[in-house]
């Protein structure tokens, strides 16, 4: 399975983006997560299949909205209200199963440069 993500931009602080992730087939659970410069990689979100299970990280919570289009295999990550703490690469990512950890997830896309301007 092959995942493009898209929608990254420059943003000014308290405003909104919209990423995308399309994949080439299906995949179980899709997830996001994003690396800051000099920082680890970070767990963000994820989504089940049937979007009955959806995980945040506590940073994200209240402002960042995850969803999927199934009949498209792709997945949405609505971020609102941003703060420049969430200037970082955004990577998409698929697993079989839904978890926080980086290391489960075997597949993932380039990566997409979101920056928050205060």
Request: net charge positive.
């Amino acid at each position: 399975v092959q995942l493009q993500a898209s929608g990254g931009g420059l943003v000014q602080a308290g405003g909104s983006l919209r990423l995308s992730c399309a994949a080439s087939g299906r995949t179980l659970i899709m997830g996001w997560f994003r690396q800051a410069a000099g920082k680890a990689r970070e767990f963000v979100s994820a989504i089940t299949w049937s979007s009955s299970t959806i995980l945040y990280a506590d940073s994200v919570k209240g402002r960042f909205t995850i969803s999927r289009d199934n009949s498209k295999n792709t997945v949405v990550l609505q971020m609102n209200s941003l703060k420049p703490e969430d200037t970082a690469v955004y990577y998409c990512a698929g697993s079989t199963y839904i978890t926080r950890s980086s290391s489960q997830y075997s597949y993932w896309g380039q990566g997409t440069l979101v920056t928050v301007s205060s």
